[in-house]
């Protein structure tokens, strides 16, 4: 297993996308920025992924959670890749820059149906036989590029009708479906003792059912982006999965305000008990294209900052 974070030390991830086709199969007008449909070509600019990851180091990042989705020309199954998508031996050269960075690459493959464009028509074969090879073929091939890392992040966020309301396409997994679907990922990472990681917001409207059905070996990254830490259920979630004893990386972003990014420092800081507050993870949300260049100069300088008030309140 390739790590360069030791387990003990606090995470301080980055998310950053190869892949941008997570989100809708159409353009619409309710959709925020021109970036959310999905294209046909790769969106990440190496020149700036190339400056990123040594300020990346410079600013106390230890980890890079790289959303692969159909960026990389998988072997297994060379009809899901873009066009001019990453070949293998590319992808493991940069990894191997990573871990000189000390910047500990963690695969990113996000399977809910609400962000799985990028699976091409295999989404719109959802919970079939064809499906569930399709993820066993990719999981299993993503985990021998990244050579068996220690976390593997599965998405499975917003499957939600409201959230797929300008798709021209919609699929919901729901009840005993959702929860069979989550399993069969997970059983395919226990082989290699590859912890799975989710983000965790269906915890808001299933409560209940999220804290009876989710393994405790599944890391969680509960998210909320706004500046004012109250009683919402998305910020009172963070209370909620430390009472019930699951591992967190809290997630915080510039998508809103930089503000958010140092709000929920203190608060998971005050809310989460040390021994299952793992770390935290900046999810700027935005591609890696030269035209945003300065939404993730600002985002990494966030981390730097978070850290220091991290380690200072």
Not at 49 to 68: S, T
Not at 116 to 132: F, H, I, N
Not at 218 to 232: A, C, M
Not at 266 to 284: D, M, N, S, T, V
Request: glycine share 4%; aromatic share 12%.
């Amino acid at each position: 297993m390739a790590s360069t974070t030791h387990p003990q030390e606090l995470i301080w991830a980055y998310l950053i996308h190869l892949s941008y086709n997570m989100w809708a199969d159409r353009a619409g007008p309710d959709i925020k920025g021109k970036y959310y449909s999905a294209k046909p070509f790769l969106r990440c600019d190496d020149s700036l992924w190339n400056d990123l990851l040594p300020r990346m180091r410079d600013a106390g990042v230890n980890m890079l959670v790289i959303d692969v989705g159909d960026a990389v020309q998988f072997k297994s199954h060379p009809e899901i890749p873009l066009k001019d998508a990453w070949p293998i031996a590319k992808m493991k050269d940069q990894l191997a820059k990573c871990r000189e960075l000390r910047l500990e690459p963690i695969p990113k493959l996000n399977f809910s149906t609400c962000h799985d464009q990028w699976l091409g028509k295999y989404a719109r074969m959802v919970s079939t036989p064809e499906y569930y090879q399709v993820v066993k073929d990719l999981i299993a091939e993503t985990l021998e590029i990244f050579d068996t890392p220690r976390l593997f992040h599965l998405g499975m966020d917003e499957e939600a009708q409201i959230h797929q309301k300008a798709f021209a396409y919609v699929v919901i997994r729901q009840h005993e479906l959702w929860w069979h679907d989550f399993n069969f990922m997970i059983d395919q990472l226990k082989p290699k003792s590859v912890r799975p990681w989710i983000w965790s917001d269906m915890i808001w409207v299933k409560r209940d059912e999220f804290r009876a059905q989710m393994p405790k070996s599944v890391l969680q990254s509960n998210w909320y982006y706004g500046p004012t830490f109250d009683e919402r259920v998305e910020v009172k979630s963070y209370d909620d999965l430390d009472k019930a004893g699951f591992d967190e990386v809290p997630t915080f972003s510039n998508w809103e305000t930089p503000q958010n990014v140092y709000n929920t420092v203190r608060y998971c800081k005050q809310h989460i008990g040390r021994e299952r507050l793992q770390g935290f993870i900046h999810a700027p949300w935005r591609p890696t294209l030269e035209e945003v260049r300065d939404r993730h100069l600002d985002a990494i300088d966030n981390i730097k900052q978070a850290r220091h008030i991290y380690e200072t309140s």
